[in-house]
């Protein structure tokens, strides 16, 4: 059986409250290893992360993995951070750079660790943490090479993490061929598959520029013709299923799904992957 994890973002209204229990909700029969809560770009969502990652570890009673970033805070307050969620027994953290504010340049703050490797070297010196970091199939931007990139993964892992999360991809030969070059570098960690099921095309158009992940013209272009013909979620039903899918045959075993705290498209893939437990059916005439 895959194992599963999914990845949701602090809410900033009530509305975005319900949205975000609901789809834990909804998620948590599919029994996942973990949910992860997102630091916003610029660290503006601090706050935010913490509350909701303690609350979901105490109403859901599932594994919770609180993002954990550099951006915007010394060193005293991140480890701070990292200790009140362990006393609220959430010892999964996801230790990344941060993003820096829109349009700007990652700044790490005066008091502040330089770098996720910094992090995560804190981390693992100050306590009983699961450490999971980010990887890019795509390549970080700021990486200079491929190689580079995967060093610098190599680096964090041996720094104190356990587990790499990938950003999302369109085509599973990404995925797989990074795969291939981190067993290369000698990494034998687990890289998960960070998977993103498009419920919103415009978006995710935009979320690809952001972080360096390229649109294969084939992909955009059926995605383009799927919306203007009316069957955008059928496509990306079909897309998304097909990419895991194939993934799975080559011989992952667990993913790692970008939820965006909207759990129907997720819910959709993982029937169409045989990923839902099925239902016990009682007192039938």
Same mark, same amino acid.
């Given at each position: 059986m895959t194992a599963l994890s999914f990845e949701t973002f602090p809410p900033k209204s009530l /509305?975005? &409250? ?28 601090? &706050? ?10 105490? @109403? &859901? ?77 795509? =390549? ?19 720094? +104190? ?9 369109? #085509?599973?030969? @990404? ?33 690809? #520029? ?13 995605? /383009?013709?799927?919306?203007?013909? /009316? ?27 970008? =939820? ?13 992957? +045989? ?11």
């Amino acid at each position: 059986m895959t194992a599963l994890s999914f990845e949701t973002f602090p809410p900033k209204s009530l /509305d975005a &409250s319900f949205h975000l229990w609901d789809t834990v909700k909804a998620l948590t029969p599919l029994a996942p290893r973990f949910i992860s809560v997102t630091y916003g770009a610029g660290g503006s969502t601090q &706050s935010l992360t913490q509350e909701a990652a303690q609350i979901l570890r105490k @109403t &859901s009673g599932l594994p919770v993995a609180a993002h954990l970033t550099c951006t915007g805070q010394s060193r005293a307050d991140v480890l701070k951070t990292a200790t009140d969620y362990a006393a609220a027994g959430i010892t999964d953290i996801v230790a990344l750079r941060g993003d820096p504010p829109a349009g700007g340049a990652f700044q790490p703050h005066p008091h502040g660790f330089e770098t996720s490797v910094a992090l995560i070297t804190a981390l693992a010196r100050a306590g009983d943490f699961n450490i999971r970091v980010g990887a890019y199939p795509d =390549t970080h931007p700021d990486a200079t090479s491929m190689r580079q990139n995967i060093d610098w993964l190599k680096a964090k892992l041996d720094a +104190g993490a356990t587990e790499a999360l990938t950003q999302f991809f369109f #085509e599973a030969d @990404t995925f797989l061929r990074f795969r291939d070059a981190c067993a290369d570098a000698g990494i034998t960690a687990p890289i998960t598959p960070g998977i993103l099921p498009v419920t919103n095309w415009a978006r995710t158009r935009t979320f690809a #520029e952001r972080c360096g992940t390229p649109i294969p013209v084939a992909i955009a272009t059926a995605f /383009d013709r799927a919306q203007r013909e /009316d069957r955008a979620d059928l496509y990306a039903l079909t897309h998304c299923a097909d990419l895991c899918d194939t993934l799975i045959t080559e011989g992952v075993d667990a993913l790692h799904i970008y =939820t965006l705290n909207r759990p129907d498209m997720t819910l959709q893939v993982c029937r169409a992957l +045989g990923l839902v437990p099925a239902t016990t059916m009682r007192n039938v005439a």
